[in-house]
């Protein structure tokens, strides 16, 4: 069996806000889907995430939410340490 294999910032053009906001919305409806991704933004200090290393702060606000969005949170996490990202110390 062959495998691909994945380069790193490969899975960054997949990653973008609208892509979470459309997961939150079928939970929460799109107004407070946008409302709360803003917020997790601000609290991380962004304006926009563009970068992995973005992607990774704004998941580990949305973890913060616990429940469902907390599990939407952890995959935007995986992704962005997938393309790149690096946990801080």
């Not at 803003?38 to 962004?46: F, H, P, V």
């Not at 304006?47 to 935007?76: K, M, N, W």
């Amino acid at each position: 069996m062959m495998q691909q294999k994945i380069q790193a910032g490969e899975l960054h053009g997949e990653m973008r806000i609208e892509r979470t906001i459309s997961v939150l919305a079928k939970v929460l409806g799109e107004e407070k889907a946008k409302s709360l991704s803003e917020e997790c933004l601000r609290e991380a200090g962004l304006l926009d995430a563009t970068t992995p290393q973005e992607f990774l702060r704004y998941g580990q606000s949305l973890t913060r939410r616990g429940g469902f969005i907390e599990v939407v949170g952890r995959s935007v996490m995986a992704r962005a340490l997938i393309a790149g990202a690096r946990l801080e110390a």
